[in-house]
């Protein structure tokens, strides 16, 4: 079924090969679990600095961005994400969100998408894809 092999997809890139580095990971998202995104980003801070080809690190840091407010930051780290891991499902769909509210709908389309491409059965990339399909059909 699909959500297993979502749930060993997630399993698989959050294991950063060093023990010390996926405790920085996992204290990064107690704390934008428990909503402190502010609190994450020092131990997500220190994981990109300290293992900057661990493409999770900077998804995780881009998300405690974004939920602070810093937007440019976020897409920066999203990037950083991609190049790593270009079919990085959550980095893409995160990339997905910040354009579409930063109404860049079209651009949004074309990345969820790619998610549809790596993970057809996304419920909410599914709707996110109607959503805009619906709205550019409106626009022209």
């Given amino acids: 079924n699909w959500q297993a092999i979502e749930a ?4 698989s890139l959050s294991q950063s090969g060093s023990p010390a580095m996926d405790l920085l990971l996992q204290r990064g998202r107690r ?6 995104p502010g609190a994450a980003l020092a131990p997500l801070t220190a994981l ?7 493409a999770e690190g900077w998804y995780a840091r881009a998300t405690a961005l974004f939920l602070t407010g810093r937007i440019g930051p976020a897409l ?7 190049m790593l891991e270009p ?5 893409l769909t995160g990339l997905a969100v910040i354009l579409e509210e930063t109404d860049q709908p079209g651009k949004a389309l074309e990345v969820y998408r790619r998610v549809l491409a790596i993970h057809p059965h996304a419920p909410d990339v599914k709707e996110a894809v109607a ?6 059909a409106k626009e022209i």
């Fill in 8 to 11: 060993e997809l997630e399993r």
């Fill in 31 to 36: 704390a934008l679990a428990e909503e402190r």
């Fill in 48 to 54: 990109t600095d300290h293992a900057p080809e661990f």
């Fill in 76 to 82: 920066s780290d999203l990037h950083r994400c991609l």
């Fill in 87 to 91: 079919r990085h499902p959550s980095a």
């Fill in 131 to 136: 959503r805009l399909e619906a709205r550019l």
